[in-house]
Nanobody, 127 residues
């Protein structure tokens, strides 16, 4: 079984930065794609960023248009941890952010392709 534990949320002013962490506990080497999603109040959960590549190998990344140039997804295999560095934050980035992992190598942008989810962490960006 795989567990994802998130941390790093909070309140930040527009233009500020935050880094989210997602610790992976369990059979990490069975995981293929990992991703970040977010859900704003009254909206559906949406894709933010994805990385693909087994631990200790080169990874490939992909971002939603809203995240390109501002957010960076990465991981530290020595710590079994994935990160989302968020810069130049905007009020419209306010949401609950979730990390997700899939055992399917074909998982891409849809949340129903991911079997494992973190508990979610709130990001609030004030104007």
């Amino acid at each position: 079984q795989v567990q994802l534990v998130e941390s790093g949320g909070g309140l930040v002013q527009a233009g500020g930065s935050l880094r989210l962490s997602c610790v992976v506990i369990g059979r990490t080497f069975s995981i293929y794609p990992m991703a970040w999603f977010r859900q704003a109040p009254g909206k559906e959960r949406e894709f933010v960023a994805r990385m693909y590549g087994r631990p200790w190998t080169t990874t490939r990344t992909y971002y939603a248009d809203s995240a390109k140039g501002r957010f960076t997804i990465s991981r530290d295999d020595t710590k079994n941890t994935m990160y989302l560095q968020m810069n130049s934050l905007k009020p419209e980035d306010t949401a609950v952010y979730y990390c997700a992992a899939s055992s399917q190598s074909t998982a891409t942008l849809s949340d129903d392709e991911y079997q494992y989810w973190g508990q979610g962490t709130q990001i609030t960006v004030s104007s």
